[in-house]
Nanobody, 124 residues
Framework: QVQLVESGGGLVQAGGSLRLSCAAS????????MGWFRQAPGKEREFVVA????????YYADSVKGRFTISRDNAKNTVYLQMNSLKPEDTAVYYCAASVRSDYQIQSYEYDYWGQGTLVTVSS
């Protein structure tokens, strides 16, 4: 079992930045592929970005490419999402997810564990 706890959400103006963190309880954290998803009000959950267990492979949704950066610190069992140049359409609850597959995954059904989510609100 892996417990994931997100933090770092909040209210920011358009053009601003936020950094989300996701702390995992599992000691074998480096064996898990990690991802971030988001769900805006009235919309389905969508993929944002994913990273392999080693951190060497990453995959970004087109909507965030060039603005968001995922990274991980396996010594701290933590994955990060640096979000720059935020837009109002980035407003959503952001979820961290862990997959027992070590490579990155882009489909939600490929993830085995989910955090509770953290709200990001971008004002115009």
């Amino acid at each position: 079992q892996v417990q994931l706890v997100e933090s770092g959400g909040g209210l920011v103006q358009a053009g601003g930045s936020l950094r989300l963190s996701c702390a995992a309880s599992r000691r074998t954290f480096s064996s898990y592929g990690m991802g971030w998803f988001r769900q805006a009000p009235g919309k389905e959950r969508e993929f944002v970005v994913a990273i392999s267990g080693s951190g060497g492979r990453k995959y970004y949704a087109d909507s965030v490419k060039g603005r968001f950066t995922i990274s991980r610190d396996n010594a701290k069992n933590t994955v990060y999402l640096q979000m720059n140049s935020l837009k109002p359409e980035d407003t959503a609850v952001y979820y961290c997810a862990a997959s027992v597959r070590s490579d990155y995954q882009i489909q939600s059904y490929e993830y085995d564990y989910w955090g509770q989510g953290t709200l990001v609100t971008v004002s115009s």
